[in-house]
């Protein structure tokens, strides 16, 4: 198993930016060329929900309410992956998390990204 920790997150107003950033430093840089690597996120009363994915070959997916304003990205060799979160409105509002998909990874404590109106 791989344990990751996310950074990188805060408080900004409607409109803002924030750069998501994820690690996994006890793993082997396998475990970013190997599996696709995802961001997901938890609001408080809401179950966690996919945002984005990016394969091994770097084709990304993403939500369609982030689609055109947010951005995933990884870094093989320093064992990182990211999120560039541009235009961010109030519902983007939860604790952002990195996952592995496919391996039952357990999840990290995530960062929080509150949004102001």
């Known amino acids: 198993q791989v344990r990751f920790v996310e950074s990188g997150g805060g408080s900004v107003q409607a409109g803002g930016s924030l750069l998501l950033s994820c690690v996994a430093p006890r793993a082997i840089t396998s475990v970013f060329t190997e599996f696709p690597l995802a961001w997901y996120r938890q609001a408080p009363g809401k179950q966690r929900e996919l945002v984005a994915t990016?394969?091994?070959?770097?084709?990304?997916n993403y939500a369609d309410s982030v689609k055109g304003r947010f951005t995933i990205s990884k870094d093989n060799s320093r064992k990182k992956v990211y999120l560039q979160m541009n235009n961010l409105k109030p519902d983007d509002t939860a604790v952002y998390y990195c996952?592995?998909?496919?391996?039952?990874?357990?999840w990290g404590q995530g960062t929080q990204v509150t949004v102001s109106s």
């Open positions: 990016i394969t091994t070959n770097r084709n990304t």
């Open positions: 996952h592995r998909e496919g391996p039952d990874d357990p």
